[in-house]
């Protein structure tokens, strides 16, 4: 199983989108996949058309639910875990847990019959986050065509070589993702040469389409609102490209200090 953050400590540069997206993508390949919301704004729900739910994350964290009996279909082999406002108080208990940072490794043990999980992150510091990167194998930054975004990016890896240090182990940046790229503006092509030279693999960009922001609206993944759009095409390819990505042995993928392997 192939456990993926998508994480960027920036708002509004496609976390969800890519989250929601890609799983609905390998879903569509055959694999089965849950998605994981940590972020208390709870957009996953919102963004597959699922506006009510009686157990969330917040449950899990406080024992009140296993994360099994909080998890509620989706799609044909897409399963979510939900996030709610009540992460919020949940998130400041934890504060006070013993291994706060390894919360989600014991909490989410029962739920290993996935391909894939993939974990949508708030874009902030937190103990969700550090729980988030301790737990996943694999990290993907989507990055917009901005400058402050890419200030994001290069900020997170400081971050996260960070946490390495800290707690002897995290997960590992695999591949930075271009978001809202549009090949008319300079800046575009100016991000997206800096994003290279950061370290791990940058892929092939998500380009500008309006459907894509349409989409969450009518609770639908780009693959159901507009499978002939931009943004279909760009997602199946990034689909292709994960799904091709051997998996991980154990947290040894590429590193911010180069001392890992880089993926190819």
Known sequence: MRKIAILGFKGGIGKTTTCVNLGAALALR???????????????AVSLGIPEYKKSLADVLARKATAAECIIPARKNVDLLPSSLDLFKVQQRMVLEMAREE??????????????????????????????????????????MEMLAM?????????LQNISRTLGGAASIRLIIPTMY????????????????????????????????????????IFEYA?????????????????????????????????QKKDK
């Open 227 to 259: 499978p002939r759009s931009r943004g279909a095409l760009d997602y199946a390819h990034l689909t292709e490209t994960v799904a091709k990505m051997p998996p991980l042995n154990g947290k040894n993928g590429h590193s911010v200090n180069g001392k």
């Open 182 to 221: 549009d090949p008319r503006r300079r800046v575009s092509e100016q991000v997206v040469k800096l994003l290279k030279e950061l370290g791990p693999r940058v892929t092939r960009p998500i380009r500008v389409d309006t459907l894509l922001s349409e989409a969450p609206g009518r609770g639908n993944t």
């Open 103 to 144: 919360l989600f490794q014991r909490l989410f043990m029962d739920v290993d019959d996935y391909d894939y999980q993939i974990l949508d992150c708030a874009p902030s510091l937190s103990l969700l986050t550090i729980n988030t990167i301790v737990y996943a194998d694999e990290v993907f930054v989507p990055v917009s």
């Open 151 to 159: 200030a994001g990016a290069q900020q997170f890896m400081s971050y």
């Open 30 to 44: 055959g694999h089965r996949v849950l998605l994981i919301d940590t972020d208390t704004q709870a957009n996953l």
